[in-house]
């Protein structure tokens, strides 16, 4: 497995926008957050697995064409990453 750490600019514009849109949403700014991604070439059905980490947290998602940033967001409401 590789993992390539990236700022959220790295990110297809699609999920950037939506990432962008999830931290202000809840007061947070994307520079905030710390991502890397994770691809697994043996295992096509998840084509990445993204990690998100702030302070001590961190939380892996597996991306499914961009639903990792409502789960972002699920994680987010829920105060995990305060």
Known sequence: MQTTLL????????DRAAFELVCARHGFAPAH????ICADPADAAHERVITVR???WAQSYYD?????VK???ADLTCR???
Not at 7 to 14: A, E, H, K, M, S
Not at 64 to 68: F, K, V
């Open 7 to 14: 700022r959220y600019t790295d990110l297809p514009i699609n």
């Open 33 to 36: 957050f710390d991502l890397s």
């Open 54 to 56: 702030r302070g001590g």
């Open 64 to 68: 499914h064409h961009g639903r990792w």
């Open 71 to 73: 789960e972002f967001e």
């Open 80 to 82: 995990f990453f305060r």
